[in-house]
């Protein structure tokens, strides 16, 4: 008789429990832009939003209400605003809802490489029940490797897109699901010759980092009898927060043959985060009129591109996609060379500055 109520209890606690924390039906959204552009773009979260609710099976109060409780409800406005259940009744109980959703929603916008506009948003989002419990979670920060910014060929595309991606991962990690999930959208660029008499405003490049720098440990470099390899170039991010290092690859047993790779390495992760081999370890090819060692490399604007020039190859990635944009051959081999980046009007350039003269390619959108 005593295991029979215990375990009434057990399932009677189980319902209750579940019944307290069971999710809210009926909810206000309210968005507090904490930018101009992310107030200009607001409703785009608004809709997101809304739209993952309603597939949850959750009515959303129409806004016009919605403005209402948000202009009556000054408290609100701060995200860490301690809130009682006698203020969440007093203000919301007339709205026959039993919770809130408050989107503090932040954007940014830049053009990037080829006119190509690049978008990062922001979604903290905060849930209030009618208990006066609170919910939280921020979307992860755009525009760092595994998290890329979102590109558009008009600046409400890259936006929409950002905003749309915020607001997915946030409401995702609070528990909704998200039947569409947003994906980024992300445009593919190439490097095309140009003439030689081509004049563009290069850009300054970063500082120069030393061959002793601390970060260079964290580059897999080749190391043993068979094989080893030399850096022959080092770079850093104009935001110093990734590093390239170029380096060139000897092989002894065997024969001697040369190879060479870039390894891009995280200073904020404190690791190597992807290597592109430049040249393999073999027999140079007829198409590579020189050798193998990479004679400078660059990042292009931000962090995302990446160039690099060897005796035979021009070579320009996506680093967040892990992706060979181009490689192209020269005609001629070069012993020496260093690599430009500028605009001529609203071009965006790369040039490669050798003992052949100056090489200008167009980087163009796809």
Not at 33 to 46: D, G, N, V
Not at 81 to 95: H, Q
Not at 102 to 130: C, H, K, M, N, P
Not at 353 to 358: A, K, T
């Amino acid at each position: 008789m005593k295991k029979i109520q215990r375990i009434f209890l057990v399932v009677l606690f189980s319902v209750f429990a579940k019944d307290l924390m069971a999710e809210p039906k009926n909810v206000a959204v309210i968005v507090y832009p904490q930018s101009t552009l992310a107030k200009q773009y607001s409703r785009i979260a608004l809709a997101r939003i809304e739209q993952v609710l309603s597939d949850n099976g959750v009515t959303v109060l129409d806004q016009k209400k919605a403005e209402e409780l948000k202009k009556g409800w000054k408290k609100l406005e701060e995200p860490g605003a301690l809130i009682t259940a006698e203020e969440f009744v007093k203000s919301a109980g007339k709205y026959a809802i039993d919770g809130v959703y408050r989107v503090y929603l932040d954007a940014a916008i830049t053009t990037g490489l080829a006119g190509i506009f690049t978008a990062t948003s922001l979604a903290d989002i905060r849930f209030i029940g009618e208990d006066a419990q609170i919910r939280s979670s921020a979307s992860p920060a755009m525009g760092v490797k595994g998290m890329p910014p979102s590109d558009g060929l008009t600046e409400s595309a890259a936006i929409s897109n950002a905003i749309q991606r915020a607001v997915d991962a946030t409401v995702q990690s609070m528990g909704m699901k998200v039947i569409d999930f947003t994906n980024p959208r992300l445009f593919t660029v190439r490097l095309a010759p140009m003439p030689g008499t081509e004049t563009m405003v290069a850009e300054k490049r970063p500082a120069a980092l030393s061959d002793s720098d601390p970060i260079i440990a964290l580059a897999s470099l080749k190391d043993s009898f068979a094989l080893s390899e030399e850096v022959t170039c080092i770079n850093r991010s104009p935001d110093d927060k990734m590093v390239v290092v170029g380096g060139y690859l000897r092989k002894t047993q065997g024969g001697r043959l040369y190879g060479s790779q870039i390894h891009v390495l995280d200073r904020v992760a404190n690791k190597e985060v992807i290597v592109f081999e430049t040249a393999p370890v073999a027999t140079r090819k007829a198409e590579e009129k020189g050798g193998a060692k990479i004679l400078d490399c660059m990042f292009i604007s931000n962090w995302r591109y990446l160039a690099a020039v060897t005796n035979s190859k021009l070579f320009l990635w996506d680093v967040e996609r892990g992706a060979v944009m181009s490689a192209l051959f020269f005609d001629e081999g070069i012993d020496e060379a260093q690599l430009e980046y500028g605009k001529s009007g609203d071009k965006d350039l790369l040039a490669v500055v050798s003992e052949n003269g100056r090489q200008v390619f167009r980087i163009s959108r796809e």
